[in-house]
């Protein structure tokens, strides 16, 4: 069966860096696009990065555009997310997901995306 696990995350200070990791088990995602959301408590689940297949294309959410990078190994069946200058407002759980196909404008939408990660915690203090 297919199994998303995500890993790096953890407690760090306004203006540091974290680097997530996604490794996926049971299928190779190396045709599909793959990417990241968050979801801090009592706000909805919101897009983060995605990247497609090739790694020639990538989509950041405009508030986190800048500051974290969104890379991929095919090889390896991961993708990785780089945060750095990370803000409090970054404090949410992220989780990778993998789309069933690429499409940019569609590719911050919930519904694109078929398989999904539990999510690991990031929280960053003031």
């Known amino acids: 069966q297919v199994q998303l696990v995500e890993s790096g995350g953890g407690l760090v200070q306004a203006g540091g860096s974290l680097r997530l990791s996604c490794a996926a088990s049971g299928r190779t995602f190396s045709s599909y696009p793959m990417g990241w959301f968050r979801q801090a408590p009592g706000k909805e689940r919101e897009f983060v990065a995605v990247?497609?297949?090739?790694?020639?294309?990538?989509v950041y959410a405009d508030s986190v555009k800048g500051r974290f990078s969104i890379s991929r190994d095919n090889a390896k069946n991961t993708v990785a997310l780089q945060m750095n200058s990370l803000k409090p407002d970054d404090t949410a759980v992220y989780s990778c997901?993998?789309?069933?196909?690429?499409?940019?404008?569609?590719?911050?939408?919930?519904?694109?995306?078929?398989?999904w990660g539990q999510g690991t915690q990031v929280t960053v203090s003031s």
């Open positions: 997901a993998v789309a069933r196909a690429w499409a940019a404008q569609a590719m911050n939408m919930i519904k694109s995306y078929r398989y």
């Open positions: 990247i497609n297949w090739n790694s020639d294309s990538t």
